[in-house]
């Protein structure tokens, strides 16, 4: 009973407030919510939680947001979907479509100057961009039930958009007077103004025409600040395994739960010193010699006390899984477990010098592929 409450509140977590918070949203283009400030914070909700949320979800789904393109990868692991470098570009770009939003919710569009509406507007737009590149670049996951439920973070978040747009459009036009003395004192500003108030219904088009300029201006600020200048196109290119991606990975390798298989594969090279490829379990895995040793040890185990063994070995099956899941992207931690093996390696190969009479040969023959 205890399990199954458990169940429903993870389900009703993990898949009921995102399919709430999506109708509510979706109901909200044909109904105006009375409620703004609830309405607001179920916005802010569906953006926060939708963020955690697809973290998690491709988190499940083995994208490993640490690892470039160049990193080798596992079995069924992906590499980052955004290129680590253009992570500040595309995060800021984002922001200013929220500080844009933001500056429409919180004031009466009729207090403010056409042109900063209109510039809002386009600020929106950048954000919106930012998402439809987003959902292009993961179409890759979009097959699996779960991975695909990542689509409803952008989905919710272009509704927000054109709700705030619509709604801010249709308060202006209800308001019959407006002054220009608030539309600023350049000549050149109260031009631009005089043209938007004339035609208000219009502002989303010309919110498009600020888009390559506004973006310009916030790249250039960002190179001030040390990005790349085209890190908003590499932000997206400059991956592997994505619709976008425009680099070829290393292949990934298979690898064994067997976590000093892990440790021998995710270590770094120059101290777990990983000496070829073997097999295991009928795929390929990279094995060093603290490997070859403790299989060799084993086999002796098995060899004179299988009883023993299966005791060791159920042990090991049991509590070997879980930790090369905890350390099998981590380079330190397979280092640190490398480190910590080390005395019972040599407990191992002392047993091993002991028993046979060729003990290197045992050693050797550790992992060896059985076909070419």
Request: charged share 15%; with cysteine; net charge positive.
């Amino acid at each position: 009973m205890g399990e199954l409450f458990i169940s429903l509140i993870v389900s009703f977590l993990t898949l009921g407030v995102p399919a709430l918070l999506s109708l509510y949203n979706f109901i909200g283009i044909f109904h105006e919510w009375k409620k703004k400030i609830l309405r607001h914070v179920f916005w802010a909700l569906t953006i926060l939680l939708g963020i955690f949320y697809t973290f998690g979800m491709m988190t499940l789904l083995d994208v490993i947001f640490e690892a470039e393109w160049t990193e080798q990868l596992y079995n069924v692991e992906r590499h980052q979907p955004i290129w680590t470098g253009g992570y500040i570009t595309v995060i800021v770009v984002s922001l200013v479509g929220i500080v844009g939003a933001i500056i429409l919710l919180s004031n009466n569009v009729n207090k403010l100057p056409p042109l900063t509406t209109v510039l809002c507007i386009t600020s929106i737009y950048l954000a919106l961009i930012i998402q439809l590149l987003w959902a292009i670049q993961c179409l890759p996951i979009a097959f699996d039930f779960v991975g695909a439920l990542y689509i409803l973070v952008p989905i919710n978040i272009f509704i927000i958009a054109f709700t705030i747009i619509r709604e801010k459009i249709k308060e202006w036009c209800n308001d019959e007077f407006h002054e220009d003395k608030i539309y600023g004192k350049s000549p050149f500003i109260k031009k631009i103004n005089s043209i938007l108030i004339k035609c208000s219904n219009k502002w989303p088009i010309w919110g498009l025409f600020f888009v390559i300029p506004m973006l310009g201006i916030i790249l250039i600020v960002l190179v001030l600040f040390g990005q790349e200048p085209d890190a908003i196109i590499k932000a997206w290119t400059e991956t592997s395994d994505w619709t976008l991606s425009l680099k070829e990975a290393p292949q990934n390798l298979p690898m064994d739960n067997h976590y000093l298989c892990t440790v021998a594969a995710g270590g770094h090279r120059k101290l777990v010193k990983p000496i070829r490829m073997g097999e295991r379990h009928g795929h390929r895995i990279i094995v060093n010699r603290q490997l070859l040793i403790a299989n060799a040890f084993e086999n002796i185990l098995e060899e004179k006390t299988p009883r023993f063994h299966r005791s060791i070995r159920s042990f090991y099956d049991k509590y070997g899984f879980p930790i090369a899941n905890l350390i099998r992207t981590h380079k330190v931690a397979c280092d640190i477990t490398y480190i910590i093996m080390k005395p019972l390696e040599w407990l191992f190969l002392i047993v091993i010098y002991l028993v046979d009479s060729k003990p290197e040969n045992r050693i050797a023959v550790q992992y060896l592929p059985t076909s070419k």
